[in-house]
Each structure stands twice: as structure tokens, then as C-alpha cells.
């Protein structure tokens, strides 16, 4: 039976309590922090003494970060956000440039994983594992009695 417990070990390279969100989320709220520290000090370095506007606290100055962004830059989704148009251009001129020979072979790859597979057919990273386990299962092997 597989052991689910998994308090204690370091897991697929995960830290920060193994939670795979939050180192993102903390450095999306560092940057948030200082961005927001950085209007506000702009703001109030500049503004107040060129057009005699007041001094603005964090929250606005946050609340000037969000306004801008949805006046100026949109709600921040469109077509290439995630570079996917990028890389689905780059292959496209790839597969352009392939002659017939050269497309059939990148689609036999395609078809069959990309990887070398050994007799079990699978590309082996598995196979170490059910081995693994295979080993700890089997009872210990006795000498018979002649």
C-alpha cells in the first residue's frame, strides 16, 4: 500500500511547506507591496509640489496602480499572454522548413512518445520504481532443505 504521508520529506522539489502556490503568491504580493511603495512615493514627491495636488496614502496609491491598469492596460488577458502564440509560430515555421521525409519522421517520434522505451515500453523512469517496490514486497528468500 502506497504511503500517502508525506510530512517531512521534501517532495518533487516543492518547499515553503510544499505547497506549489506560494512562493508565486508571495512574490506576486512583494511586488504588489512595492509597486504600491513606489507610486506612493512618486506621487508625493512630485505631484503635490509640480500641480499642488495632495499627498496620497498605500491604498490609494494601490487603488491608482489597479486604475491604470484597467484604463491603460486592460483586464490582462489577450492571445499571447502565456507565450503559447509565440511557441505555436515557432513550430509552424519549423514544420514549414521540414520536408515530407522529415515530417513523417518528427510524426513517428510524435507518435511514440519521444523517448527511448525499453522492452517494457515505457521510457524506464517507472520501471525503477516498480522494481523498487517489487523488492520490498517479496517475502526474504530461504535456503531449502536438501
Do not use: Y
Not at 520529506?9 to 508565486?24: E, L, N, T, Y
Not at 504588489?32 to 496609491?61: D, E, H, T, Y
Not at 522548413?97 to 517494457?120: K, L, S, V, Y
Amino acid at each position: 500500500m502506497r504511503d500517502f504521508d508525506m510530512r517531512g520529506r521534501r517532495f518533487g522539489g516543492r518547499g515553503m511547506g510544499g505547497h506549489r502556490m506560494a512562493k508565486p503568491l508571495l512574490l506576486g504580493v512583494a511586488l504588489l507591496v512595492v509597486l504600491g511603495l513606489l507610486v506612493m512615493s512618486l506621487w508625493n514627491a512630485l505631484l503635490p509640489a509640480i500641480i499642488g495636488v495632495k499627498s496620497i496614502g498605500f491604498w490609494q496609491a494601490l487603488g491608482l496602480l489597479v486604475l491604470c491598469r484597467i484604463l491603460f492596460g486592460g483586464l490582462g488577458f489577450h492571445a499571447g499572454m502565456f507565450g503559447m502564440v509565440r511557441e505555436r509560430r515557432r513550430m509552424h515555421e519549423r514544420w514549414m522548413q521540414m520536408t515530407p521525409e522529415q515530417r513523417e519522421e518528427f510524426m513517428r517520434q510524435r507518435r511514440e512518445g519521444f523517448g527511448r522505451r525499453d522492452a517494457r515500453g515505457h521510457c524506464g523512469w517507472r520501471g525503477r520504481w516498480e522494481d523498487n517496490a517489487d523488492t520490498q514486497n517479496t517475502p526474504p528468500k530461504t535456503p531449502e532443505a536438501e
